[in-house]
């Protein structure tokens, strides 16, 4: 093959790259096929049962490692993989094949996983023919633990740069990346909602999926040019368009440089109003980073990553040490700590809540965890009082439904004010306490909450999750996850009206607050203060300081007066590819 070629696809994660093509060539898994003797039948089914066991447990550690690097929302994905381990129907379906047919298990969960696949093909929403990929994964990980074998993954092979060229990437093959070599991603399948797009945009790598036959045109070690801004790639390109897209890839970088410039700068609208963008962190480590992409403060500190990374409870001193490091790094600006919420997907054996519960999310977790094992939440409110002498420091209880949750919150806050008082202590007099608004019920009674506590602080993820009943987790609804959705645009304003209405400040942290496309519509909703990613801070500040309120508010108004979720997504979205070509793209304007 010789000569340019140039092909389309998705654009789902920004930049430009030129370079050398790493033509993956995936390993096949093939499952062996023999007959089982009588008497070996259990032993056979038991094997089947024991690497179920050792998959979940890969793909825990799995989402722990991701969650670490890039957060909790993207380490979700792998919830979906562990979903598939559950079904009842194709592990008692792999067992009978086993029991009445003597297959060995490699073959009958092959074939019953097959049926599965098969049936992908005939889906017609885009989002969930993606999910076969995760289908894929476990099939790949479920086999592999059987035969005993480790995955020849060649995506981890990768060791100079390369742009990494597949036919598809399954979450475990993205989650191989080496960042250091792989600087693009091009894929014959995917689309915007499928997990690599969604992990590549999270390791900042440039990439195109969606390219329908690129596997068939492409050679190892091709010239190969990745426009993960406009979702074209080209392959073999001539002299005029390398010097074309450096000239592009330029422009990209100094976008980027501007970006940067601005981290000293706060996030004010050109008609003068400030709005507080902070970081999502969960060690005090992160604060470097925060500070480095230009945050005001740390306005979500995700303590129970402190309970979850050991196998007993930390002691007030042990917890002192954390969030007092934290503090300081910050100073002189805020950090507002969320008291322990454990439960939901989040889950200590020592602690015993949420996973032996039929339905966590809707179980004990958040603050009725709290208030029942009120030890551990004395001794984390002393821990943050304490801490408070260090620096700037507020506290925000979690999962919040009712006004008697507050109060009793805040009766233990000043029975532990009056401890530390009585102890000599040194703490902040002026520490403020929040909660975080992330259920209906609270936004149905914002008005009265908002006598009681001192700030809002809207956990996007849960609102959306408990207002549309969709568990996000399971992969069969997750396309019901719609943020832009009419209800949900509902609540926030109510929320921000109800704070505003008692001199309280309303802020956001969560996941739609990191999205680019989303950060006028949210300012012009009235919010106060959001607080994301850090990665995502130099383009939301870039976006919040290009536009007025005026504007802001005007889109929020048309939004509001939408019916469906898909108008107000096409509006939002046409606005901001229109003012913001070069940070939203135009496939996120249908």
Not at 125 to 135: F, N, W
Not at 265 to 272: E, F, N
Not at 481 to 504: F, Q, W
């Amino acid at each position: 093959m010789a000569g340019e070629v140039r092909l389309r696809g998705i654009a789902v994660s920004p930049g430009i790259v030129i370079g050398r093509a790493y033509a993956q060539q995936p390993a096949e898994v093939v499952a062996p096929n023999y007959i089982v003797a009588t008497t070996k039948i259990e032993t056979e089914v038991a094997r089947f049962r024991a690497a179920l066991d050792q998959t979940r447990e890969a793909i825990r550690e799995n989402r722990l490692r991701l969650e670490d690097q890039i957060g909790e929302d993207h380490a979700k994905i792998f919830d979906a993989h562990l979903l598939i381990l559950e079904d009842t129907k194709a592990i008692e379906d792999t067992e009978h094949l086993v029991r009445t047919d003597q297959m060995c298990a490699e073959f009958a969960f092959n074939r019953v996983i097959g049926r599965i696949l098969k049936s992908f093909d005939h889906i017609g929403d885009s989002y969930l023919r993606e999910r076969r990929s995760d289908v894929e994964d476990v099939r790949r990980r479920v086999l592999n633990s059987l035969s005993g074998t480790t995955d020849v993954n060649t995506v981890g092979s990768v060791n100079e740069e390369s742009i990494l060229v597949s036919h598809d990437l399954t979450p475990s093959d993205t989650m191989m990346i080496d960042r250091r070599f792989v600087i693009g991603v091009a894929t014959d399948l995917g689309g915007r909602t499928s997990h690599a797009a969604i992990l590549a945009r999270s390791f900042g790598i440039p990439a195109v999926v969606g390219l329908d036959g690129l596997t068939g045109h492409v050679r190892h070690g091709d010239a190969i040019i990745i426009d993960g801004n406009a979702g074209v790639v080209v392959l073999r390109p001539d002299p005029n368009t390398v010097a074309e897209y450096n000239e592009v890839q330029q422009r990209f970088i100094e976008l980027e440089e501007q970006m940067l410039t601005l981290k000293d700068y706060p996030a004010i609208t050109l008609d003068g109003r400030t709005i507080e963008l902070s970081a999502n962190v969960k060690r005090p480590e992160d604060a470097e980073l925060a500070r480095a992409k230009g945050a005001k403060g740390i306005g979500l500190y995700r303590t129970e990553w402190f309970f979850l990374t050991r196998d007993s409870l930390p002691s007030e001193d042990e917890q002192v040490e954390q969030y007092a490091a934290i503090a300081r790094a910050v100073a002189p600006e805020t950090v507002i700590f969320r008291a322990l919420d454990i439960g939901g997907d989040k889950f200590a054996s020592y602690l015993g809540a949420g996973k032996s519960e039929l339905n966590p999310f809707l179980g004990w977790r958040g603050i009725r965890f709290l208030l029942t094992r009120r030890d551990i939440l004395r001794t984390q409110l002393r821990a943050f009082f304490r801490a408070s002498d260090a620096g700037k420091v507020k506290i925000m209880f979690p999962m919040i439904t009712g006004l008697e949750e507050v109060r009793a919150a805040r009766a233990l806050v000043d029975e532990v004010r009056h401890e530390l008082s009585e102890e000599k202590c040194a703490f902040a007099a002026d520490v403020e306490i929040g909660i975080m608004v992330e259920t209906p019920s609270a936004v149905a009674i914002a008005d009265l909450l908002a006598r009681e506590t001192d700030f809002f602080s809207i956990g996007s993820n849960d609102l959306i999750q408990y207002t549309l009943a969709v568990d996000r987790g399971n992969a069969r609804i997750s396309y019901l996850y719609e943020p832009m959705h009419p209800s949900v645009l509902r609540l926030i304003r109510n929320t921000v009206e109800a704070g505003h209405a008692h001199d309280i400040w309303v802020g956001m942290c969560g996941e739609i607050a990191g999205d680019p496309l989303y950060s006028v519509l949210l300012v012009g909703l009235g919010l106060d203060e959001i607080s994301i990613s850090a990665y995502m801070i130099p383009e939301v500040k870039r976006i919040i300081r290009g536009i007025t309120y005026d504007e802001a508010k005007t889109l929020a108004r048309k939004a509001m007066r939408l019916s469906t979720a898909a108008e107000i997504r096409q509006l939002v979205g046409a606005v901001m590819h229109e003012r913001f070509p070069e940070l939203v793209a135009a496939e996120e304007a249908p």
